[in-house]
């Protein structure tokens, strides 16, 4: 194998490694929220359609664990992207 395939090889699984760990629980939590029956998801490919579909039909609200570290992971998130999607707003 090439130094070019390993590399490419070596991304897509770490694309698909973090998509597993970080898609999965944004999906099910942007669908977990009050009032939101349906999330616009971005995909590239057929097989990012169909993981997209799989992800929405096995959806089952995050657990408390989850949640907290979905939400803190975006709170280091917000606070290297700054503004760059609108202010970072503390919690109430």
């Known amino acids: 194998m090439t130094g070019q395939a390993t590399r490419r ?18 999906l099910h939590y942007a669908l977990g929220l009050p009032g939101v029956a349906t999330a ?9 359609v169909r993981r997209a579909t799989e ?7 995050l657990r408390e664990a ?13 606070a290297q992207w700054g503004t760059h999607f609108g202010p970072v707003v503390a919690e109430k």
């Open 9 to 26: 090889r070596f991304l897509e699984t770490a694309r698909r490694r973090l998509n597993a760990f970080w898609g999965v629980p944004a």
């Open 55 to 61: 992800a929405a039909s096995r959806f089952s609200p």
């Open 66 to 78: 989850e949640l907290a570290r979905l939400l803190d992971r975006g709170k280091v998130l917000a």
């Open 40 to 48: 616009m998801v971005g995909c590239k490919s057929a097989e990012g």
